[in-house]
């Protein structure tokens, strides 16, 4: 057990940037090592606001048929494997948390620090996670990209600015792609969507990306669970400080840099993905014993 903290800790320590990282009751992180947290790396603030319509997803297919959780538990395991950026290290984090305890739950961490669908490097993203896949098998992904990708999109020699069409196009056919990979290994797929920002221009961009991928994810038959509303106050706005489920109080919930999350934050993102996930495999309620496994699936963080 004492390893499985260790390799968490260590995995997570890489995405930290040099802003302060919180936990949940405000305390800084690097005085509390034993406290796990998420990512801080900051993300690129791309280009000017733009729309946020998208156009629907017409006569995509629903792919293929995927073995249900429930009969992957009846097997006695169930494999979970966290795919994105440093705000996938976070939810990863929340869901080795939320997870600890369920008997044959493993959760490994494929996710890695400024990566993302937009970039130069997309394509090292789709044999990445071939290999990653291939080298330490799943039943179930569970993805958050976003947080680097407001930026254009060079495809078959053209460079689609973000928010256009072209761009909505070109970064829906590598959402596609990835899902389809994922799939054709047998791997059920959730697509996390991406929290409220605090600086509005970048909300705006966070929330085109998050409709453009709902509609793909929706046309694949694919679930798409939203944090928005988790991640937003009573008006919709963004608020650091959110009431938290379990207390009613009210708890620091971001990283100072209104993009990332407090280890409260990621928390609460991942108990809507915990709660599905229980669901689909038929999971009972948390136990205290056998906690999950936790592995770094051979991607750097």
Partial sequence: MRANINSLTAALLVGVGIGLVLTPDGRNWLQHPTLLFGSTASASAGPEPVSAAVQPVANASTGPAITPLKVRMASGKLRVGVFGDSMGDGLWAGLYRDLNGTPGVTVTKFSEVSTGLSRYDYVDIQAKTERQIAETPVDAAIILFGTNDAQGISMDGQIHAFGSE????????????????????????????????KRESFDAKMTLINKVV??????????????VALTSDDTGDYDAYLTAHDSGRRQ???????????????????????????????????????????SAGGAGA
Avoid: C, F
């Avoid at 590598?174 to 991406?194: F, Q, T």
């Fill in 252 to 294: 620091l919930m971001r990283a100072n840099d209104g993009i990332h999350m407090s280890m409260a934050g990621y928390l609460r993102i991942s108990e809507p993905v915990v709660e599905r996930l229980r669901a689909d495999a038929g999971l009972a309620s948390p136990q205290a014993t056998a906690p999950a496994q936790v």
């Fill in 166 to 197: 072209g761009w909505k196009a070109a970064y829906g056919k590598r959402v596609d792609d990835l899902v389809n990979l994922l799939r054709s290994r047998d791997i059920a797929v959730y697509w996390v969507g991406l929290p409220k920002m």
């Fill in 214 to 227: 709902e509609a793909h994810m929706k046309a694949l038959n694919v679930p798409y669970i939203s944090t």
